[in-house]
């Protein structure tokens, strides 16, 4: 051990046996605890202060409280649900910040790039919106004589046919479909309940018609 030109003390092959010897010696320290060096330091509740970047990589656990400045790297693992205590304030930058933004726009309702995401709990009116194979629980409503389109197929083009409501409808009526094919040259009838079912078409002349159609040519 040697005393410099400062009055500091230079400390040459001196042996400690502990990180509480060496501290010992040192006026200066803050904090308490053992010698952490740089390689896979562990420290306990350590004050860091605000710095000008920070980089998680790996990070696990969960804090009750954590304030996050400049940074960067932020760790999934560890972060649970919480009534109480909010994560961040405002939105959610994914990539930079001239990126995907979520946010939360009011109670329930959240928003991508200031677009609402549609929620199943709630009534949203979906736009140019294409679904596929869903599954309709209760009904299907056509607002203000909609058109239901079916269609061609895209390589012939974009014409279709479809179905829609008379301008005044007396009552609510809904027909029922049958539960199986006709044969062919059945038509499409109804039991004047809503029932439809397939059956041979009539030819239109009536039983006594055809009778008399007979007697005429008999006697002609």
Known sequence: MAITTNGKVSITNLQVGSSADLAGIISDESGTGVL????????????????????????????????????????????TASTSTALGVGSIELGHATDTTIARSSAGVVTIEGVVVDTVSAANTLTNKTLT??????????????????????????????????????????????????SASHVLQTDGSGTLSFAAASSGVSANDQAFAFAVQVFA
Request: aromatic share 8%.
């Open 36 to 79: 952490a060096f740089t390689t896979s330091p562990t420290f306990t509740t350590p004050a860091l202060g605000t710095p000008s970047a920070l980089v998680l990589t790996n990070a696990t656990g969960t804090p009750s409280a954590i304030t996050l400045t400049n940074g960067t790297g932020l760790p999934v693992s560890g972060i």
């Open 133 to 182: 194979s869903p599954t309709v629980g209760t009904q299907a409503s056509f607002d203000n004589q909609a058109e239901a389109r079916f269609l061609e197929a895209t390589a012939n083009g974009t014409n279709y046919v479809g179905f829609k409501a008379p301008s005044s409808v007396a009552s609510n009526l809904v027909w029922v479909l049958p539960s199986a094919d006709g």
